[in-house]
């Protein structure tokens, strides 16, 4: 069973920034995309943004240019930057990752809350 583990959410007020993480655990995974999801209470899971094998990223329209994907294959990690937080970007924050042929898995969820 491959688990992910995220970490970095937190309280942070409007236009501050937070960095999240999220680790696979595993011998020898074939990570393929990476990406992260967030869920606020009564709404549907959203792509927040997405990084292929080969680097190439996007994003939703409402955190383009403020957030940022990266990914470290060595690590088996996805980061997620975050700068110039609003109130709107407050949800449970999920990582996704394609692993081989087994299919994608999901990390546990970190509170992101923003404050006015």
């Known amino acids: 069973q491959v688990q992910l583990v995220e970490s970095g959410g937190g309280l942070v007020q409007a236009g501050g920034s937070l960095r999240l993480s999220c680790t696979a655990s595993?011998?020898?995974?074939?990570?393929?995309?990476m990406g992260w999801y967030r869920q606020a209470p009564g709404k549907q899971r959203e792509l927040v943004a997405r990084?292929?094998?080969?680097?190439?990223?996007n994003y939703a329209d409402s955190v383009k240019g403020r957030f940022t994907i990266s990914r470290d294959n060595a690590k088996n990690t996805v980061y997620l930057q975050m700068n110039s937080l609003k109130p709107e970007d407050t949800a449970v924050y999920y990582c996704?990752?394609?692993?081989?042929?087994?299919?994608?898995?999901w990390g546990q969820g970190t509170q992101v809350t923003v404050s006015s």
């Open positions: 996704n990752m394609g692993i081989g042929t087994v299919g994608y898995y």
């Open positions: 990084i292929t094998s080969a680097g190439s990223t």
């Open positions: 595993g011998s020898s995974l074939r990570v393929n995309a």
